[in-house]
C-alpha cells in the first residue's frame, strides 16, 4: 500500500508557474506508474498527465500539452507536475493517484489518491 501527499498549490497570476510535488511512502514506489489528475467546481474529474514506473513513457492531456511537464524521482519516492504559462481555466484540486500495473489515462483504474491540492489561477 502507499500513502500519497501533494504540495505546491496555490495562486498564481495568469502565464505564472506553479510545481506541485507528491510524496509517497511505502517502499515498493518504484513499481507504481502514476498520474495527476485535476477536479474543477461543478466539472468531472480529469486527467492532466500520466507516468510510468520508470519515467520513461508519459501521456499528457490535450489542454496542457506543451506547458506541463511531468516527472519521477524514485529515488525520493516523489513525482512531480511543473505548471507552465498557467491559465485561469487550470484552476482545479490537482490530485496525484497510484496504480500497481502500467500507466492509465482512466482515473478509475488508479488505486491510490492523494488528498489534493488547490491551484488557483487568477489576477
Known amino acids: 500500500q502507499v500513502q500519497l501527499v501533494e504540495s505546491g498549490g496555490g495562486l498564481v497570476q495568469p502565464g505564472g508557474s506553479l510545481r506541485l510535488t507528491c510524496a509517497a511512502s511505502?517502499?515498493?514506489?518504484?513499481?507504481?506508474?502514476m498520474g495527476w489528475f485535476r477536479q474543477a467546481p461543478g466539472k468531472e474529474r480529469e486527467t492532466v498527465a500520466t507516468?510510468?514506473?520508470?519515467?520513461?513513457?508519459?501521456y499528457y492531456a490535450d489542454s496542457v500539452k506543451g506547458r506541463f511537464t511531468m516527472s519521477r524521482d524514485n529515488a525520493k519516492n516523489t513525482v512531480y507536475l511543473q505548471m507552465n504559462s498557467l491559465k485561469p481555466e487550470d484552476t482545479a484540486v490537482y490530485y496525484c493517484?497510484?496504480?500497481?500495473?502500467?500507466?492509465?489515462?482512466?482515473?478509475?483504474?488508479?488505486?491510490?489518491w492523494g488528498q489534493g491540492t488547490q491551484v488557483t489561477v487568477s489576477s
Open positions: 493517484a497510484a496504480r500497481t500495473l502500467g500507466t492509465s489515462s482512466y482515473a478509475d483504474r488508479y488505486t491510490y
Open positions: 511505502g517502499r515498493t514506489f518504484s513499481t507504481y506508474a
Open positions: 507516468i510510468s514506473w520508470s519515467g520513461a513513457d508519459t
